[in-house]
């Protein structure tokens, strides 16, 4: 076999463990990322961190809430779209976006973010308010309420503030929680081929609504995601995939690092 001499370079680099240059397939391998079949193509998930992923597809590099150190995305292309869904910290960070903005980079945020971005990034972002729809390389994006029912708890989710989505990409839809309870609006959502939903306390709701929810709409697959919480309020991924049975294909995701759950 001829090597070139980048492929030497490349290879001996790798070697001796000081740089790896792979192509994004092989590094995508190595994050443990979780293909699911559109129409016509592939949508790879890749958990980043608690509330933070990113999915390949057919459309482009979409990034969800990306918030902490940037080297975290090192691995993954740049993002041609960035959806934030509300303003707390683990879910919008101006800094962070500032730093993995690319040329292109398409943002889409609720009203509330949109008031908070630097002028740096807001010529880039689109506006969604709940209810509201729009297209975006021919991925339909829908802005889907996302809120606290529970009377203690709707001062972290006031109604009408915060967005979930969910993206139809290549006649596969995609349903993105945000930060929310069990409202009746995810219990309506139809046809969802993969869904992330949170779960955590006081911010949320428990792993058993959560589950409730999706033995209601029925995704294909589900990733609970967000299910650190405060004082106790952790919710246990397990439990909610034995709690949804059959109702959803449960994915469990390196959202956390170990001991960062406590
Ligand atoms: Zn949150």
């Not at 463990?17 to 994004?24: E, H, R």
Request: hydrophobic share 40%.
């Amino acid at each position: 076999m001829t090597q070139t001499r980048r492929t030497f370079l490349t290879t001996a680099a790798a070697a001796a463990g000081t740089i790896t240059i792979l192509p994004f397939a092989a590094r995508a391998a190595a994050h443990g990322g979780d293909i699911f079949q559109t129409a016509t193509g592939e949508v790879a998930v890749f958990p980043v961190a608690h509330a933070s992923f990113v999915m390949q597809t057919p459309a482009g590099v979409i990034y969800a809430d990306p918030v902490g150190d940037p080297a975290a995305y090192d691995a993954y292309p740049r993002p041609d779209l960035i959806l934030i869904t509300h303003e707390h910290g683990d879910h919008f960070n101006a800094d962070t976006l500032t730093a993995l903005k690319g040329d292109g980079t398409h943002l889409i945020t609720n009203p509330a973010v949109a008031d908070k971005l630097p002028d740096g990034l807001k010529g880039a972002a689109e506006v969604l308010a709940n209810g509201d729809s729009t297209t975006w390389n021919g991925v339909a994006i829908d802005a889907i309420p996302a809120y606290n029912m529970t009377e203690e708890r709707k001062n972290f989710h006031p109604q009408g503030r915060d967005n979930g989505y969910v993206l139809t990409v290549d006649g596969f839809r995609v349903y993105i929680s945000g930060d929310t309870e069990d409202i009746p609006e995810m219990r309506a959502l139809t046809d969802i081929g993969l869904a992330f939903v949170c779960m955590n306390l006081p911010f949320t709701m428990t792993a058993e609504a959560a589950a409730s929810a999706v033995a209601e709409f029925k995704p294909k697959a589900v990733y609970p995601y967000h299910y650190r919480g405060r004082d106790g309020g952790t919710q246990d991924p397990a439990e909610f995939a034995r709690l949804v049975g059959d109702a959803s294909q449960v994915q469990l995701g390196p959202w956390y690092k170990p001991g960062e759950l406590g």
